[in-house]
């Protein structure tokens, strides 16, 4: 038992912040979570970093116990949480009641725990695939339909976990072999609910956390009985993991890059004693094995849009021998994004990496067997998260997984096309270092660009640029999709986009901007932002020559534009300076502009731009 | 450690209240905040510390240290 009772306030905010209670059992979290609660003002007051958010949390079931464990996951994860707790089986009420506290109090984010408990029908026994569908079908498009009358009515984001299969097997082995079982029937309501499900609903995949726990374990048919918990009391902290994580991912707080160590991590030896031979990646050797398999791991988080980086004690040379010449080494140099391999101290190598990737060092995840670098890294830069290394390379690919670091809400196509486009960067400065000015070297990119109003299929990648943008980001303004769905539609709201590509790689969507029309003939540029990919290129120019047509379309006269300070936005602050705009007013180091339409002069770039209707 | 030591520590810890002193007849009458959402955390936490699983009869029905040390006692003896 965690020794609770002495604990000081600072230990409180130290245990909560470094997250060393993950590992606690449920019982010290719901102790640690009421001592908490008794200092929350205090803890509000020393964080001003945190970030407020109202969560409501819901469901069939009891939800008191989890709403108690969320709390320090949440302010673990940089999350001020205000909760709204349904009462038992509220649900129904708090959802199809307009006038419910749950509308009243306008979450942000709504919880909602699903069980197989929920559903009332089952197909009979014997009941042909048709029949089966159908029950189905009925199933999801009643729930559908109740999300969408709440979807209209509240802005949330919701996470609904799908449904964990029980640990119970009337039918015995036949379960799997009839279309018309139970657990058959609650695979198919998962699986079609998934396929139907809008985009503002994020399903927890409880099902897949059940079964890594242990069905026997997670369902605890007493705990149901005697106070109506959905599933085993130390379940929770896995289900308070997970559901933080989204939260913080909702707030734009992500991981994009796992920066790796060579020796012992990516091969068994050291390539600086053992030279090549030395160097175990052999498919028919058990440990060459499991490193091997780490390596295709990690290909397939390349693939999803995470960015490797190398950071290693090596010589440059040395280390790349393998990547170039080991028959079995199935990484290759172009699949990093960053390759540090020298002898500086691995914190200055990480912020070194941080800045060539033009990504926060709170986007990094730092892999290292050696648990001295990992602690050295874990004392000087508390933003990265270091990974609790397994001593076996057998488990690392399982650990990278559970770690969850890169547990994000949404996947896009420039998510995929990322690593390829990093690749292309190294050509990029290559042919910078050959050119003999800057605007020689804009030039020779041959960069062409699609300035105009956002297209329906283009929605999802906007929001999301808009929501993670941290640095080129003028205003910081933060849309749930239901808001964009209304912005998008409003007849006074220009939303506009940018599409770049130059001789190397297609960016695809990397620029997003909020023009709203106003009384008196104002154009309010309401939010800006750009992603990292492409600063420099002057493509805030090309848009503003767009925006200008877009304010005389508007019959507008002079354009306003705000820049608020974050930590992280002082890319941008000057930005409306150099583009041209006039210093209105200056309040707590946020700056109002105004730019006059009918002065303006277009401003010239090396960007080929491809004029799009409005 | 004796029993009734880690029980009162356990229940110092539930409460929040280092003050609290135990004995075998406190109940949850004595303790104004043993109320059921409590009554859960604090079944949860002795079962961690005792490693014992308590059955659904046990955990309702259990309101003082007694039972809880009966509780344990049966578990042990029973796995012994």
């Known amino acids: 038992m965690t020794d609770l009772i ?44 945190l970030h407020p958010l109202k969560i409501a949390i819901s469901g069939t079931c009891n939800t008191q116990y989890l ?53 009332e029908a089952y197909p009979e026994l014997l009941s042909p695939m048709d029949a089966v569908n159908d029950l189905a079908e009925r199933e999801v498009q009643s729930q559908l339909a109740l999300w969408q009358f709440f979807h209209k009515h509240s802005s949330a984001q919701v996470f609904l976990t799908n449904i964990a299969v029980p640990n119970r097997h009337v039918l015995g082995n036949l379960e799997a072999n009839l279309v018309s079982s139970r657990n058959t029937y609650l695979r198919m309501v998962n699986d079609r609910f998934l396929r139907e499900k809008p985009s503002f609903i994020h399903l927890i995949d409880q099902e897949a956390m059940s079964a890594d726990f242990g ?49 012992n991590t990516l091969w068994g030896g050291v390539i ?26 990690l290909k397939r988080y390349q693939e999803r849009g995470v960015l490797l980086a190398v950071c290693s004690k090596n010589d440059q040379t040395i280390a790349e ?51 001295a670098e990992r602690e050295i890294v874990r004392s000087m830069l508390p933003e990265v998260a270091v990974l609790d290394v397994p001593a076996d390379p057998a488990q690392f690919s399982v650990a990278l997984d559970k770690a969850g670091y890169f547990d994000w809400l949404q996947l896009s196509k420039e998510d995929l096309s990322r690593a390829q486009s990093y690749a292309a960067d190294q050509e990029r400065i290559r042919l910078s270092e050959s050119s003999v000015d800057y605007d020689a070297y804009l030039a020779a990119l041959e960069m062409d660009a699609r300035i105009g109003r956002v297209s329906r299929s283009e929605t999802e990648r906007f929001t999301q640029l808009i929501n993670k943008t941290n640095q080129f980001n003028l205003r910081t303004v933060r849309y749930s999709e239901a808001e964009m769905d209304r912005l998008l539609n409003d007849e006074a709201v220009y939303p506009l986009r940018a599409i770049l590509a130059d001789k190397f790689s297609n960016y695809g969507l990397i620029s997003a901007c909020i023009l709203r029309k106003q009384e008196e003939k104002r154009l309010w540029i309401e939010s800006w932002v750009m992603s990292c990919r492409v600063f420099k290129r002057d493509l805030e120019k090309a848009m503003l020559n767009h925006i200008v047509a877009v304010a005389k ?36 180091g946020t700056r109002r502009y105004s730019l006059s339409v009918s002065s303006y002069v277009p401003c010239e770039t090396k960007i080929h731009v491809t004029e799009e209707t409005m | 450690m004796e029993t009734i030591e880690k029980l009162q520590k356990i ?33 949860a936490a002795v079962e961690k510390e005792f490693g014992i699983r308590m059955t659904t009869e046990q955990a309702i029905r259990v309101k003082s240290i007694q039972d809880f040390l009966r509780i344990i006692e049966e578990n042990h003896s029973g796995t012994l």
């Open chain 1, 67 to 119: 709403t108690r464990i969320l709390r320090p996951y949440l302010y673990a994860f940089g999350i001020q949480p205000l909760f709204y707790e349904s009462v038992y089986g509220g649900l129904m009420n708090d959802l199809m009641n307009l006038e419910s506290d749950l509308y009243r109090f306008q979450p942000d984010v709504f919880i909602v725990l699903r069980q197989y408990r929920d559903l």
């Open chain 1, 553 to 588: 379309n508007f019959g507008c006269a002079e354009i306003l534009g705000e820049y608020i300070p974050t930590a992280k936005n002082g890319y941008v602050a000057n930005l409306l300076d150099d583009l041209g705009f006039d210093l209105i007013a200056e309040e707590n």
């Open chain 1, 6 to 49: 002495q604990i000081k306030f600072s230990d409180i905010e130290q245990t909560i912040f470094s997250g060393s209670f993950f590992q606690w059992n449920a019982s010290d979290i719901l102790s640690l979570s009421r001592k908490l609660m008794k200092q929350e003002t205090q803890l509000q007051k020393n964080h001003p970093e």
């Open chain 2, 11 to 43: 229940l110092q810890d539930v409460f929040d209240d280092e003050t609290l002193v135990i004995d075998e007849h406190t109940s949850a009458e004595d303790i104004a905040e043993w109320d059921s959402f409590s009554h859960i955390h604090l079944c």
């Open chain 1, 272 to 297: 600086g004693d053992d030279g090549l031979e030395g160097i175990n990646l052999d498919p028919n050797h058990a440990i060459g094995e499991a490193y091997l398999d780490f390596q295709h791991t």
């Open chain 1, 321 to 371: 021998q393998v990547f170039l010449s080991h028959p079995y080494c199935y990484l290759k140099l172009q699949d990093f994004a960053a390759f540090t391999a020298n002898w500086n101290n691995k914190a200055d190598n990480l912020r070194h990496i941080a800045q060539q990737l033009n990504i926060g060092l709170d986007s990094l995840v730092f892999f290292d067997d050696n648990p």
């Open chain 1, 215 to 263: 069905k026997d374990r997670w369902f605890d048919d007493s705990a149901w009985f005697i106070s109506k918990q959905p599933f085993c009391m130390d379940a929770l902290p896995v289900m308070a993991l997970s559901l933080s994580r989204l939260t913080a991912a909702l707030t734009g707080k992500m991981k994009k890059c796992l920066v790796l160590d060579l020796d």
